[in-house]
């Protein structure tokens, strides 16, 4: 079974706009990551956020945790064409080494 | 290319016929997971490698399902007997031995099954 949901499913937007995607989880973890998967492709490894920190940034990408909600968020700012991808977030549960990932969330961005 | 390697990137088989699909990770990589993608969903864990030894399968990884890292390094992943219902991508990640760390992954392997 899947421990991450993301919400939505689906979004679009127009180029230069942020975009933001939320994950939800069931249990404690050890960290939390996002991976981006473009159409056909493997994962990439996009930021991973440790459980005892509250915000990340990297380039255009900021993800935040909020462990008492067992939730998280990633925004893309200032979106490109090349942004368009699937997006997952990944948890680590506690005394787990494997990764189990959400259904993610599906970006377009318009030109 | 130092990243995870996976062959073949396509197969197309008939059902109740054997595939087998290889994974080569990062070489200093000791751990090897096997996932499974089907459309619209996020990778499901099948199994994963520590070194040679397979130290976990999922319940998904029915007895048709089989996976070997001899010495460590490639891995294989077969079916046998394949189902409509195998016909999915098969994703290969590798990672470093310090644990939950983030994963590489190779570009998947497409199964479909006719």
């Known amino acids: 079974s899947q421990q991450g949901e993301e919400d939505p499913q689906a979004l679009s937007i127009q180029e230069g706009e942020n975009a933001t995607m939320n994950c939800s989880y069931k249990?404690?973890?050890?960290?939390l990551q996002w991976y981006r998967q473009n159409s056909g492709r493997g994962l990439v490894h996009l930021i991973l956020?440790?459980?005892?920190?509250r915000e990340k940034h990297s380039g255009r990408l900021r993800v935040t945790l909020d462990t008492s909600k067992k939730s998280s968020s990633l925004l893309i700012t200032a979106s490109r064409a090349a942004d368009t991808a699937s997006y997952f977030c990944?948890?680590?549960?506690?005394?787990?080494?494997?990764?189990?990932f959400g259904a993610g969330t599906t970006v377009t961005v318009r030109a | 290319d130092t990243g995870v390697s996976q062959d073949p990137r396509h197969k197309i088989t008939k059902r109740g016929q054997n595939v087998t699909f290889r994974c080569d990770p990062i070489?200093?990589?000791?751990?090897l997971y096997w996932y499974r993608q089907t459309l619209g969903q996020g990778p499901e864990f099948l199994t994963y490698?520590?070194?040679?030894?397979?130290?976990?399968k999922s319940r998904l990884l029915s007895d048709r399902f089989s996976a070997e890292r001899p010495k460590g390094s490639f891995s294989t992943l077969e079916i046998q007997r394949t189902e409509q219902g195998d016909s999915a991508m098969y994703l290969c990640?590798?990672?470093?031995?310090?644990?939950?760390?983030?994963?590489?992954f190779g570009s998947g392997t497409q199964l479909s099954v006719l």
């Open positions: 070489s200093e990589h000791n751990r």
């Open positions: 990944a948890t680590t549960p506690l005394n787990d080494y494997k990764l189990s």
């Open positions: 990640a590798s990672s470093l031995d310090r644990g939950r760390e983030k994963l590489f």
């Open positions: 490698f520590q070194n040679e030894a397979q130290l976990e």
């Open positions: 249990t404690s973890i050890n960290n």
């Open positions: 956020i440790r459980s005892n920190e």
